[in-house]
């Protein structure tokens, strides 16, 4: 494994791939393997991925993306959905925990109850952010894991998600949060790194915009 602090420094968004360079199946599951541990609330585990790597779709989706070069030289598009029932699996997702004493019945009726409750009190909305959110976590991993592994990646917010939806199927309670290409990023499109603001101008402490 990587020196974490130079995966963190090290990670670009890439603009461009190099083209015709194929990442194994067995290489993304293993990434999976990993971003499976991403934190969410209540570990409903609101992320559902896609990933496309059949050229034909590809080029499908390079459409949908506004023909954003990156998609077309991509060794994979993949596509992070977060699910808004998620809550509707608090109980299968704690089954485990009641099966090994960990939780009692009504410890268990309890999380069940007050989850499904959380969720459904706060209306449409509330779950479309917490959708977004929860996946965005997960996502920001996948991320991370790549980068260890020697991939690069790109987050992209430019596609149509409608037409996403349709070109891949994808049921109505779950809706696209981002789409992150992935492949080998080619030297010859890196730019130096982007202003990035010092500590003091985005850190409060104890009140907003107090040193």
């Not at 909305?125 to 920001?140: C, Y």
Request: net charge negative; glycine share 8%; charged share 25%.
């Amino acid at each position: 494994m990587g020196d974490f602090v130079s995966i963190i420094e090290n990670r670009r968004s890439a603009n461009k791939f190099i083209k015709g360079v194929q990442i194994p199946v067995e290489e993304l599951e293993e990434i999976f393997k990993l971003v499976k541990l991403a934190p969410s609330a209540f570990n409903l585990q609101h992320a559902q991925y896609v990933v496309v790597n059949d050229r034909d779709m590809i080029e499908k989706l390079y459409v949908a993306a506004n023909k954003q070069y990156k998609v077309l030289t991509a060794s994979a598009v993949v596509l992070v959905l977060g699910n808004l029932e998620a809550y509707k699996d608090v109980a299968r997702i704690n089954e485990g925990f009641l099966n090994l004493g960990v939780l009692s019945k009504q410890e268990y009726d309890m999380e069940v109850e007050s989850v499904t409750g959380f969720y459904e009190g706060g209306g449409q909305q509330f779950m479309r952010d917490e959708a977004i959110r929860n996946s965005s976590l997960s996502a920001q991993l996948f991320m991370y894991v790549a980068k260890d592994r020697g991939w690069d990646t790109c987050p992209m917010i430019g596609f149509d998600p409608d037409a996403v939806q349709e070109l891949l199927n994808i049921p109505d309670n779950y809706i696209p949060t981002m789409m992150i290409t992935i492949g080998k990023a080619d030297p010859s499109s890196q730019r130096p790194r982007g202003y990035r603001k010092p500590v003091g101008e985005f850190v409060s402490y104890n009140e907003f915009g107090k040193q």
